[in-house]
């Protein structure tokens, strides 16, 4: 069934019949607008023709959706889908969420975000310790001793910027599973391109979150956690830093001490993967990524590039 939006005058998804119950109307919010979609099941005895669909407000089922590109609403069918919610200048997202949704579908989905969150770490460690072990091979060749504390300072460094996009891509990999869409391990280094302003915007939010610590700490609590998006609002929709930091913040204000509580019970399954000699953090690190891709795509959307 096509998914049609009367607000917006606009075709905005597709689900399959089956994931609709009969003989009751099934909700779902336009991911363009905010408007409730109402989505009703035809009985094989009055179907409506192909192609029809209900939308906010709409008498008449039979509408026919204008010819343009469709994208599939989150949680919605098993095939890859692409959303995008507009972002007005100087607006912020309508939206909501529960903690337990946000939870549930982050662990099923953990299924198939493992392999490659743990792949790209494993080529990261890989790639770092052949550059260290490289290092120190030339540092005893040339007996550079001296110059080999300079030398282990400024790759220390360059380890520490590179993190940065890398960490980019992980959480890439992660909003491309939240909307069913293809994954692999080589998306995590895709994001270099980025290197500037990702490393600009997290330079930015340690700073003020430090100072924000020092006025009675809740303020660099408070910043901590409005700041959790800006990232993905870099790479997936072109801002720029401060514009990025600002977009996550005041997005995330509107339900702050929710996403607060998503975090803190995160933070709480993290803890208790550590119990048995870590090996819960196969599970509870991808699982971290794809709580916080899912927020970014219940608050933003996905853009089409992604």
């Not at 607006?91 to 790209?120: C, H, N, R």
């Not at 770092?128 to 220390?156: K, N, P």
């Not at 290197?195 to 939010?205: E, I, K, W």
């Amino acid at each position: 069934m096509e998914i049609y939006c009367q607000t917006c005058q606009k075709r905005v998804g597709q689900v399959a019949d089956e994931k609709i119950p009969v003989g009751r109307p099934a909700r779902v919010k336009c991911p363009q607008c905010g408007e409730q979609i109402s989505l009703i099941r035809p009985t094989p005895e009055a179907a409506p023709e192909e192609g029809a669909a209900i939308g906010a407000g709409a008498d008449d089922p039979a509408l026919a959706p204008p010819a343009e590109p469709a994208r599939a609403i989150p949680g919605w069918g098993e095939t890859a889908c692409e959303i995008s919610q507009p972002m007005a200048s100087g607006m912020t997202p309508d939206y909501d969420f529960t903690i337990g949704a946000i939870l549930s579908e982050a662990w099923q989905k953990t299924s198939g975000v493992k392999g490659p969150l743990w792949g790209a770490g494993f080529m990261a460690f890989f790639a770092i310790a052949v550059l260290a072990i490289v290092m120190a091979l030339v540092v005893r060749m040339l007996d550079l001793e001296t110059a080999g504390v300079t030398l282990g300072a400024a790759m220390q460094v360059t380890i520490t910027v590179a993190m940065y996009p890398f960490m980019a891509g992980l959480m890439m990999i992660a909003i491309r599973r939240s909307v069913e869409l293809p994954t692999n391990w080589k998306m995590a280094f895709a994001y270099f391109s980025y290197l500037l302003p990702v490393v600009a915007a997290s330079l930015m939010t340690t700073v003020l979150s430090f100072i924000g610590f020092l006025f009675l700490m809740f303020p660099g609590i408070y910043l901590i956690v409005g700041y959790m998006l800006t990232i993905p609002l870099i790479v997936d929709r072109g801002m720029g830093p401060w514009q990025a930091m600002e977009a996550s913040r005041q997005a995330i204000h509107k339900h702050w001490f929710k996403v607060f509580g998503l975090y803190f019970v995160m933070v709480l399954i993290y803890l208790v993967s550590l119990i048995p000699l870590g090996l819960g953090l196969i599970w509870s690190l991808p699982m971290f990524f794809m709580v916080s891709a899912i927020l970014y795509r219940e608050i933003f959307g996905v853009s089409e590039k992604t």
